[in-house]
């Protein structure tokens, strides 16, 4: 007891400091944002479906092989009848990840509780050298 009432400053920096180090992986747990390779992995396992919510432009320059685009201010009314199985696991991607991220609140709204954000979009899936597909 005497040493915490000793040493209460080094005790409070090294739960403030292991505070900080945890907050990202559970912050990207909660948003259900997902790496490249295990959205990779997801498709494989679980059929899960691809939604690419960007603008139409952008989805024919590239996209995710086999994805679906639906663009973000459409997702409302377009997911439930691209989607119709709720319980198949939905990956969201954009060009950098918030458009997906805002797509992610709307597809939990719709009770797509399966569905999941890819971290850093597009642009991570490139630079985890994965196939592009262009329309």
Request: overall charge positive; some cysteine; charged content about 15%.
């Amino acid at each position: 007891m005497k040493f915490i009432l000793d040493n209460w400053m080094l005790i409070a920096v090294a739960l403030a400091a292991g505070t900080m180090l945890m907050l990202p992986a559970i912050q990207g747990v909660g948003q259900g944002s997902l790496t490249p390779d295990a959205a990779v992995m997801l498709m494989n396992r679980a059929k899960a479906v691809v939604v690419d919510v960007c603008e139409p432009a952008e989805f024919a320059g590239g996209h995710v092989v086999g994805a679906k685009n639906i663009p973000l201010s459409e997702l409302d009314a377009k997911l439930a009848a691209a989607v119709k199985n709720k319980a198949l696991p939905i990956i969201l991607v954009c060009q950098s990840g918030a458009r997906s991220s805002r797509a992610l609140a709307i597809a939990k709204k719709l009770g797509f509780d399966n569905a999941q954000s890819m971290a850093g979009g597009m642009n991570a899936w490139r630079s985890a050298n994965l196939p592009v597909e262009k329309a």
